[in-house]
Protein backbone atom coordinates (compact mmCIF):
# COMPACT_ATOMS: atom_id res chain seq x y z
CA UNK A 1 0.00 0.00 0.00
CA UNK A 2 2.89 2.03 1.08
CA UNK A 3 4.89 1.28 -2.26
CA UNK A 4 1.79 2.13 -4.27
CA UNK A 5 0.90 5.65 -2.30
CA UNK A 6 4.82 6.49 -3.49
CA UNK A 7 4.33 5.88 -6.61
CA UNK A 8 0.87 7.57 -7.35
CA UNK A 9 2.72 10.96 -5.25
CA UNK A 10 5.18 10.11 -7.84
CA UNK A 11 3.27 10.60 -11.02
CA UNK A 12 1.34 13.54 -9.79
CA UNK A 13 4.04 15.29 -9.16
CA UNK A 14 5.94 14.55 -12.78
CA UNK A 15 2.39 15.63 -14.41
CA UNK A 16 2.76 18.51 -11.98
CA UNK A 17 6.27 19.64 -13.07
CA UNK A 18 5.16 19.24 -17.08
CA UNK A 19 1.87 20.61 -16.58
CA UNK A 20 2.68 24.09 -14.18
CA UNK A 21 4.48 26.23 -16.70
CA UNK A 22 2.21 25.53 -19.41
CA UNK A 23 -1.08 26.74 -16.76
CA UNK A 24 0.56 29.45 -14.95
CA UNK A 25 2.46 30.73 -18.48
CA UNK A 26 5.71 32.03 -16.88
CA UNK A 27 6.49 32.98 -20.73
CA UNK A 28 8.05 36.20 -21.41
CA UNK A 29 9.02 35.89 -24.86
CA UNK A 30 9.03 33.03 -27.46
CA UNK A 31 8.82 32.39 -31.41
CA UNK A 32 5.57 31.32 -32.79
CA UNK A 33 7.71 29.40 -35.25
CA UNK A 34 11.56 28.04 -36.23
CA UNK A 35 11.65 30.73 -38.71
CA UNK A 36 10.36 34.17 -39.87
CA UNK A 37 6.46 33.49 -40.55
CA UNK A 38 3.46 36.40 -40.34
CA UNK A 39 0.49 35.09 -38.47
CA UNK A 40 -2.85 35.85 -39.54
CA UNK A 41 -5.17 33.29 -37.90
CA UNK A 42 -4.99 31.31 -34.70
CA UNK A 43 -6.82 27.64 -34.09
CA UNK A 44 -8.99 27.82 -30.54
CA UNK A 45 -11.25 31.08 -31.15
CA UNK A 46 -11.11 35.17 -32.56
CA UNK A 47 -9.01 38.17 -30.99
CA UNK A 48 -9.26 41.52 -31.53
CA UNK A 49 -5.92 43.36 -32.03
CA UNK A 50 -6.34 47.39 -31.94
CA UNK A 51 -3.77 49.61 -33.30
CA UNK A 52 -3.39 52.70 -31.78
CA UNK A 53 -1.86 56.28 -33.22
CA UNK A 54 -4.38 58.43 -31.82
CA UNK A 55 -6.22 59.34 -29.34
CA UNK A 56 -8.78 61.83 -27.32
CA UNK A 57 -10.39 61.73 -23.78
CA UNK A 58 -12.47 58.84 -25.07
CA UNK A 59 -9.93 56.98 -25.32
CA UNK A 60 -8.67 57.16 -21.57
CA UNK A 61 -11.76 56.03 -20.50
CA UNK A 62 -11.92 53.05 -22.15
CA UNK A 63 -8.45 51.98 -21.68
CA UNK A 64 -9.31 52.30 -17.69
CA UNK A 65 -12.77 50.12 -18.85
CA UNK A 66 -12.16 47.46 -21.03
CA UNK A 67 -12.50 44.11 -19.42
CA UNK A 68 -10.82 40.89 -19.88
CA UNK A 69 -10.11 39.18 -21.97
CA UNK A 70 -7.94 42.42 -22.69
CA UNK A 71 -7.10 43.02 -26.93
CA UNK A 72 -3.81 43.32 -27.86
CA UNK A 73 -2.86 47.12 -28.43
CA UNK A 74 -0.64 47.74 -30.99
CA UNK A 75 1.19 50.83 -30.43
CA UNK A 76 2.76 54.06 -32.60
CA UNK A 77 5.89 55.46 -31.21
CA UNK A 78 4.83 58.87 -31.72
CA UNK A 79 1.94 57.96 -30.05
CA UNK A 80 3.46 56.84 -27.22
CA UNK A 81 5.78 59.55 -26.96
CA UNK A 82 3.07 62.15 -26.08
CA UNK A 83 0.77 59.99 -24.48
CA UNK A 84 2.63 59.39 -20.74
CA UNK A 85 -1.04 59.14 -18.92
CA UNK A 86 -1.99 56.63 -21.12
CA UNK A 87 0.86 54.66 -21.24
CA UNK A 88 1.00 54.37 -17.38
CA UNK A 89 -2.75 53.30 -17.61
CA UNK A 90 -1.69 50.37 -19.71
CA UNK A 91 1.32 49.86 -17.41
CA UNK A 92 -0.80 49.60 -14.01
CA UNK A 93 -3.59 47.50 -15.28
CA UNK A 94 -0.96 45.31 -17.47
CA UNK A 95 -3.11 45.35 -20.77
CA UNK A 96 -0.89 43.56 -23.67
CA UNK A 97 0.78 45.71 -26.19
CA UNK A 98 2.79 45.40 -29.23
CA UNK A 99 4.14 47.44 -31.71
CA UNK A 100 2.57 48.93 -34.73
CA UNK A 101 5.53 49.62 -36.81
CA UNK A 102 5.78 52.16 -40.33
CA UNK A 103 4.45 50.83 -43.57
CA UNK A 104 6.30 48.00 -45.85
CA UNK A 105 6.56 46.20 -49.06
CA UNK A 106 8.47 43.50 -51.04
CA UNK A 107 8.68 46.62 -53.93
CA UNK A 108 10.06 49.56 -51.55
CA UNK A 109 11.52 47.45 -48.03
CA UNK A 110 11.46 49.74 -44.99
CA UNK A 111 14.91 50.84 -43.30
CA UNK A 112 15.44 48.15 -41.18
CA UNK A 113 17.32 51.19 -38.69
CA UNK A 114 14.30 53.45 -38.56
CA UNK A 115 12.11 49.64 -37.18
CA UNK A 116 15.10 49.76 -34.96
CA UNK A 117 14.56 53.06 -33.26
CA UNK A 118 10.87 52.41 -32.94
CA UNK A 119 11.52 49.64 -31.12
CA UNK A 120 14.38 51.25 -29.59
CA UNK A 121 11.41 53.66 -28.28
CA UNK A 122 9.08 51.43 -27.44
CA UNK A 123 11.71 49.76 -24.83
CA UNK A 124 12.06 52.74 -23.24
CA UNK A 125 8.54 53.59 -22.55
CA UNK A 126 7.18 49.98 -21.83
CA UNK A 127 10.15 48.66 -20.15
CA UNK A 128 10.47 45.62 -22.26
CA UNK A 129 11.01 44.58 -26.09
CA UNK A 130 8.06 43.99 -28.04
CA UNK A 131 6.68 40.83 -28.32
CA UNK A 132 4.27 41.50 -31.31
CA UNK A 133 4.83 43.80 -34.42
CA UNK A 134 3.03 44.63 -37.25
CA UNK A 135 3.23 47.20 -40.23
CA UNK A 136 0.68 49.74 -40.86
CA UNK A 137 0.16 48.29 -44.19
CA UNK A 138 0.19 44.75 -42.88
CA UNK A 139 2.94 43.87 -45.40
CA UNK A 140 6.66 42.63 -44.74
CA UNK A 141 9.85 42.50 -46.52
CA UNK A 142 11.96 39.81 -45.98
CA UNK A 143 14.91 41.64 -44.43
CA UNK A 144 12.42 42.76 -42.27
CA UNK A 145 10.86 39.41 -41.46
CA UNK A 146 14.58 38.60 -40.42
CA UNK A 147 15.36 41.12 -38.00
CA UNK A 148 12.21 40.79 -36.10
CA UNK A 149 12.73 37.10 -36.14
CA UNK A 150 16.08 37.67 -35.29
CA UNK A 151 14.74 39.96 -32.16
CA UNK A 152 12.40 37.36 -30.93
CA UNK A 153 9.34 39.52 -32.52
CA UNK A 154 6.10 37.84 -33.75
CA UNK A 155 4.68 39.49 -37.13
CA UNK A 156 1.13 39.85 -37.57
CA UNK A 157 -1.15 40.50 -40.09
CA UNK A 158 -5.33 40.55 -39.78
CA UNK A 159 -7.84 37.52 -40.84
CA UNK A 160 -10.05 40.97 -41.31
CA UNK A 161 -10.11 44.73 -40.59
CA UNK A 162 -13.20 46.24 -38.69
CA UNK A 163 -13.35 49.90 -38.92
CA UNK A 164 -17.09 50.45 -37.40
CA UNK A 165 -19.30 48.24 -39.85
CA UNK A 166 -22.02 45.88 -38.45
CA UNK A 167 -21.04 42.97 -36.67
CA UNK A 168 -18.30 40.76 -39.05
CA UNK A 169 -19.12 37.07 -39.02
CA UNK A 170 -16.13 35.73 -37.42
CA UNK A 171 -14.27 32.38 -38.26
CA UNK A 172 -12.74 30.36 -35.91
CA UNK A 173 -8.85 31.80 -35.63
CA UNK A 174 -9.43 35.15 -36.92
CA UNK A 175 -7.67 38.44 -35.44
CA UNK A 176 -9.75 41.28 -36.32
CA UNK A 177 -7.61 44.31 -36.78
CA UNK A 178 -9.76 47.77 -35.63
CA UNK A 179 -7.11 50.93 -36.72
CA UNK A 180 -7.72 53.80 -34.24
CA UNK A 181 -6.66 56.75 -36.26
CA UNK A 182 -7.67 60.50 -36.43
CA UNK A 183 -9.74 59.53 -39.69
CA UNK A 184 -11.32 56.20 -37.60
CA UNK A 185 -15.56 56.48 -38.09
CA UNK A 186 -15.99 54.23 -35.29
CA UNK A 187 -17.20 54.85 -31.99
CA UNK A 188 -15.78 53.59 -28.74
CA UNK A 189 -19.70 52.59 -27.75
CA UNK A 190 -19.36 50.87 -31.44
CA UNK A 191 -16.22 48.89 -30.22
CA UNK A 192 -17.73 47.91 -27.12
CA UNK A 193 -20.54 46.14 -28.77
CA UNK A 194 -18.08 44.42 -31.36
CA UNK A 195 -16.48 42.89 -27.71
CA UNK A 196 -19.83 42.53 -26.32
CA UNK A 197 -21.27 40.61 -29.12
CA UNK A 198 -18.41 38.57 -29.69
CA UNK A 199 -16.35 35.88 -27.21
CA UNK A 200 -12.78 37.21 -27.80
CA UNK A 201 -9.97 35.67 -26.30
CA UNK A 202 -5.92 36.44 -25.85
CA UNK A 203 -4.13 36.16 -28.93
CA UNK A 204 -2.23 33.63 -27.03
CA UNK A 205 -4.39 31.75 -26.20
CA UNK A 206 -6.52 31.37 -29.81
CA UNK A 207 -2.56 30.34 -30.97
CA UNK A 208 -1.81 28.00 -28.31
CA UNK A 209 -4.74 26.77 -26.90
CA UNK A 210 -3.80 28.34 -23.05
CA UNK A 211 -3.43 31.58 -21.72
CA UNK A 212 -0.04 33.62 -20.90
CA UNK A 213 -0.35 36.30 -17.93
CA UNK A 214 1.78 38.30 -16.83
CA UNK A 215 4.35 37.27 -14.06
CA UNK A 216 2.67 39.81 -11.26
CA UNK A 217 5.69 42.11 -9.14
CA UNK A 218 6.53 41.54 -6.06
Same mark, same amino acid.
Do not use: C
Given at each position: ???????????????????K??????I???N??NA?V??????Y????????????ES???W?????????L???????I??SP??? %????E???? $?? =????EDS?? &??? /?????????????K??K???????????Q?S??L???L?Q??M??L????I??????? %????????F $?? =??????F?? &??? /?????????M???????G?????????
Open positions: MIRKTLISLLLIGTLFVFLPINSTMSVFIAPVVTKGHGTSLIVEISFSDLMDLKTVKEPYPLLLDTDWKREHI %KIIQRRLP $TG =LLGPIE &KPV /NIDLVQKDIDIYEYLEKPLWFATRNHYQDQKSFQQNMSPSLWQGEKSP %KLQKGDFV $TP =LRQDSSTF &KEL /NALIQQNKFSIEENIFYKVQTKKSP
